[in-house]
């Protein structure tokens, strides 16, 4: 069960690479868990910490900035590798509503779209403008309106994104697509008997 | 008349409950869901907060792979890892709440899951098959619709036997030609990897098709199957025919008999019919393609292995420079005669027989270098039992190799075993992410052939040098 999804403001952290795998967002050793949470101390944990577990300053997730943000900024094809949903827990875990990049990986999509944290992909040149205007002011407030699908970026106008309506639908209300199947479970039956194999 | 339809049309139509409208997705069944330790706990929690039974136990088949030590002491497995036996635990104790079932350690039937569900014959021609895994791919290769899920999905096949699903796009991947000897499936998949980018399929559906995905065995169609989620694609599929058929015959859970024939009869359905269209179509030339190994972070930064990585000029963007640091590599230069630390023989991707057969054949009357530690994993216990039966075992073991327990093992390694920081390894696993295969490892992805070539020289060779 997901609560729902409120407008949001929120400054961001700056993740300039492309293709960020689903290893580097937790990486495989943090995988023996049962549970799904408190897996945000372990969010990119290899690019976060030293060989001797000290925090690299000059990874943005560890800038004092970088507290509190709400808004994870990478770049294309975020989120590419296993279908690991211990990598959006990570994400919402460590406090991150919406990832923003150029384009996502599908598995990576569906799953943060079930978990409560929303993926926005803007064309090359917008999120590029982002990325620069995100590195001269880690500050920088960006705010977003999912039922209008409305992203507001720092020092620009408002731009429309794509979600699909039933994504956007489980978003805003918060709810679960399991519910929506488990009310499908009588056509599920009828079809079962007769088409299934 | 029922307009020409490819082979995925045919296979994702046939398993529509409910057709997906402007406001939903469509109600897509599934024949059969694989499980393993690693991302089915939560989903199995979800089902006892709400109080929900597995629906249908016997279209659900469990495994242990991931986490699972490949070193035996006396026949037994034992695992260290407190968190890893836990997991395993809530695994085992989920099947026997729910009726599913397990090939648990010590069971013969074990493996890694993408390895035993064609060979126990489970997995067939044109069903649907899901699994908490990515390279649940692999399976396309029968001409299955097969794809990764998350672990909220996997509580949704659990309760409903169903899932949610926007109908994917098409893309054909045609290869014409013939193999040259010393070239592989692996080879081949990197290669076109290589080509259309590691994002080059997100949203899309891969069928492969053509001469040389004919001609290739079932090995060989699974490898390709099996890294089409490395180009983004949501699944990768290749028609079934004869040597498909001659495969499955026989196998434990195919059907026999009777309903074995009426398979054949609905399975020969199962090809994209002639003027059904593609939404993307890329084709490749097999004669032209070489042995390809890695250099960089992920699995579409691959050259021939006789090539030269990227010069500066070739990106515009900085991800090939930060790969080149990672892996100690300057672009432009040769990869063949790179030292290499360990040689990983095993995975989803190439942990078969045929593939054990390959890196055999090299291994023969040879010695793995020095410098070089080769680990051999098989994908199953069966390929295990299989490969000591034809004495490919001792070929390893006499050529230094270690020869272990089925498993995932170093492709994830999060099973002990790993590969150190800043060592090189030529793995024949399907990532070469950072740290994939160990905290600061560098993997150089690489055929059998490759990897065992490799591993006599102990430095990158080019296996076509050996054959």
Redesign the interface.
Known sequence: MNQPWPPLASHAVLVA???I?T??II???F??????SGLGSHLFA?WRYA?NGAPRAEFALNAPASAGAQILVGG??FG??????HAPWALTDWGFRAVIAT?F???FR??AH??GLLTIALPEATLAATQKALASDPAAVITVDLPSQLVTLPGGPSVQFAI???SK?CLVDGL???G???A??P??QA??AT??? | MMPPRTLFEKVWD?HV??DGT????S?L?V?LHLVHE??S??AF??LRE?GLKVRRPDRTMATMD??TPTMATGGRITVL?P??S??LD?LAASCAEHGIPLYGLGDDRRGIVHVIGPELGRTQP??TIVC???HTSTHGAFGALAF??????V??VL??????Q?K?KTMEVRVDGALRPGVSAKDMILAIIAKIG??GG??HVIEYRGEAIRALDMEGRMTVCNMSIEA?A?AGMIAPDMTTYAWLAGRDQAPSGDAWRDAMGRWHELVTDDGASFDRSVVFDASTMSPMITWGT?PGMAIPVDGRLPIAADVA?T?ND?ACAYMGFTPGQSLLGQPVDVVFVGSCTNGRLDDLRAAAGVMKGRRVAANTRMLVVPGSQRVKRDAEREGLADIFRAAGAEWRESGCSMC???NGDTVA?GEYAVSTSN?N????QG??ARTLLASPLTAAASAVAGMVADPRSLL
Request: charged share 30%; glycine share 10%; proline share 3%.
């Open positions: 690479r492309d293709d795998d290893d580097q990486p495989a050793r995988l023996t868990t049962t549970t799904r290899d060989e294309r094809n590419c590798g296993s279908s690991r949903e384009s990986a599908d598995i569906s799953n079930k978990n699909d309506g039933f639908r679960d697509e399991l929506s199947l488990l499908e479970l056509t599920i079809w079962e088409c299934a194999r | 046939a409950v409910r402007g406001d939903s997705p109600v069944y024949d690693v991302t706990p939560q929690t979800m709400r991931h986490s890892d968190a890893a836990r997991q809530a044109g069903m908490g895994d990515s990764g899920i998350g672990t909220s999905e509580g949704h309760a409903t036997q169903c899932l949610l926007s994917p590691v994002g997100t949203g983004g949501r992920n963007d991800s930060r994830i390694a999060m920081s990532r992410f950072e740290g994939r905290k600061g």
